[in-house]
């Protein structure tokens, strides 16, 4: 391959394997799949989780929304809860022809989208957010919140489309049992507050749940009608440590050229460093810390017990995970040697580049961009 | 201001009293200033430091040398020990008229570049890395091979132009005794490297130094002919926790709207996650731990106690920092209110952006465009 170093590959053939299983078990469970196409942001890759059956996409920004539909998506839902000062720029994709979904958890956001709807003579589709886990946002599924926004937003003209949760605390557990336990959690408590919003009168078609590890675990998915989930596209070493892949599924990885060595220290400086890798460090509390990224050769086969152990903006230093120094890293990893880092964190390494190089079975490789910003 | 969240915005006065403090200090020491542009990589930035009194510029990647020439400036020092597959690249811009100086700091990387000099007819402006303080890449000063690196290249007929150390280890220092002695030390040991390659009839005319904690602190810079300092431009938290800058000199912020709470915990839910902060997380081993950010009002004021205490990627939860629930939260942050978050680390969350929003002393905002890549 003649690539320049650092690059963001994207191994073709993990990726495709990656999507059909995700996509297979959800279609076993009788549920659609929405992914999440903040961990690409990238249409190409989006298209091939589209051709293997997925229903619509989820964003977390507008620009997402604003890109994928241009490039054709339309069925869209923005899983971050509305901002009312961006509900114009979002009225003004939906006056385009875009299906857009959006978001609340609380009484002024829904009336904010309320406001808007009726000074616009428009119907916004309405997701109200259920906190499942207790990490982040959403309304309780037991709270009087719930019915109140639901009743704001029915009343005030705005179609209800359902209830959305994201147990994202999945990322903190490692064992089949607890991941399959969060999954029910996920469902039972989003499938409950469908149950009272439809109890009260308002209108839920939509059950929407989901993480990549809760999807995957996720044994019984009844009353729900779609999944969301992101980083299974790639994977990466959190979901490793998490227990829902291995590092030789892991499908993006960022190869790098040695530059140098401190040859008493048995380190191997690589022109990759946070900025290629970026500062995600999601394995410093799971059961491997793999530093900055596991090493694999130019292949893509893991280098066991290697890790990139530090980083600074352009610099790697990859040595031995358990502090020893190899002593034979200078004829090991001879200047301008190339190595393949695996990242902790997907969606975060990604985001470094502005494009990733699709590297098919047959080595060859393709520019497919990425953008960035909001 | 009417500027859509999160945007990265840059408080232009703050700014501008950084780059003459920086000047100032080592205009007084007698030496010359090479400001890094990996910082900000945005030209109108560089621009002020140039016309401030910096002469050249250092770079951490190709890109942004090519970006820089591009826009006018010709003094370039690539900071980074060159892979031999770039010399092609490198090449290419010298021979576009760009004074581009390249780094090795081995036998090996200096006979890549003596190849590939006299297989092009070409003498590259060659520094050698010195190692000041161990913290990553370079040569000991004491080293044979220092010496036989500095004679490859002037027996290669290639120009030998001087000495590089970079004290990176003052970013885990918070004293300014300790920074001084780390300031001496990175002075002496650049400068006896120096010494050594001259008395061996090598010529090398310059001696580069530099980190912004130890540009700070140096009181005496003799045999030292450039210093070179980065984030200094901006500050971060992380340098206000070194000890080199206050929280309210911090150039660089983050705008960002409330878009909801967790009231009992006392979460205030923001749009700025770690997409828009990044994933460093450096202040975490330092005397103040800021999360991923400490808080300002939207006119910049610091909320003291308020961090950015945990990040998803289009989420960001603000909390006290003593972990007590504010109970207030819901009444003093309303949906739609606008705050101003400070970065751990300057480099890495400019990084997060395509643009800049320069912001004037009379409230205007201009776009500053960013470069990302290699």
Redesign the interface.
């Given at each position: 391959m003649d690539i320049?170093?650092?690059?963001a590959l994207i191994d073709e053939a993990r990726m495709a394997a990656n999507i059909d299983r995700m996509q297979l078990h959800l279609t076993a469970l009788g549920v659609r799949l929405r992914p999440h196409v903040?961990t690409s942001k990238c249409i190409e890759v989006a298209r091939r989780q589209q051709e293997a059956g997925a229903q619509g996409i989820t964003v977390?920004?507008l620009k997402e929304a604003e890109q994928f539909f241009a490039a054709g998506f339309s069925d869209i839902l923005y899983a971050?809860?509305?901002?009312?000062?961006?509900l114009d720029?979002a009225l003004a994709l939906i006056r385009r022809g875009c299906a857009l979904t959006i978001l609340v958890?609380?009484v002024?956001?829904a009336e904010?989208v309320v406001a808007k709807g009726k000074a616009e003579a428009r119907a916004f589709d309405v997701m109200i957010e259920i906190?499942s886990d207790g990490h982040?946002?959403g309304v309780q599924p037991e709270a009087a919140d719930l019915i109140e926004i639901g009743t704001i937003l029915q009343a005030g003209g705005q179609r209800v489309k359902g209830v959305l949760t994201h147990a994202?605390s999945s990322y903190d557990l490692d064992t089949a049992e607890a991941l399959e336990k969060l999954a029910e959690q996920e469902r039972a408590l989003c499938v409950r507050a469908a149950e009272r919003l439809r109890t009260a009168g308002i209108a839920c078609p939509e059950v929407s749940v989901g993480s990549t590890p809760t999807a995957l675990a996720a044994r019984n998915l009844a009353g729900v009608t779609e999944v969301r989930a992101g980083v299974y596209v790639f994977f990466d070493l959190v979901m490793s440590n998490v227990g829902v892949c291995t590092p030789g599924q892991v499908a993006l990885s960022v190869l790098a050229?040695?530059?140098?060595?401190?040859a008493e220290k048995g380190w191997v400086?690589v022109?990759a460093g946070?900025?290629?890798m970026?500062?995600?460090?999601g394995t410093q509390r799971q059961k491997i810390d793999y530093g900055y990224g596991a090493v694999c050769d130019a292949a893509g086969h893991v280098l066991d017990g290697l890790v990139v152990s530090?980083a600074?903006?352009?610099?790697g230093?990859v040595s031995r995970r358990d502090g020893t120094a190899d002593p034979d890293v200078v004829e090991r990893f001879?200047?301008?040697t190339r190595l393949r880092l695996l990242p902790n964190?997907a969606?975060?390494t990604g985001?470094?580049?502005?494009?990733y190089l699709a590297v098919a079975s047959d080595g060859s490789a393709t520019v497919w961009p990425r953008f960035?910003?909001?």
């Open positions: 320049e170093t650092p690059a903040k977390s920004t971050v809860c509305m901002a009312p000062d961006k720029r958890d609380s002024p956001a904010a906190d982040r946002s994202g050229t040695v530059i140098g060595h401190q400086i022109d946070w900025m290629a970026s500062r995600d460090r530090g600074n903006q352009e610099h230093i001879p200047i301008g964190h969606c975060a985001a470094q580049y502005p494009n960035q910003g909001w």
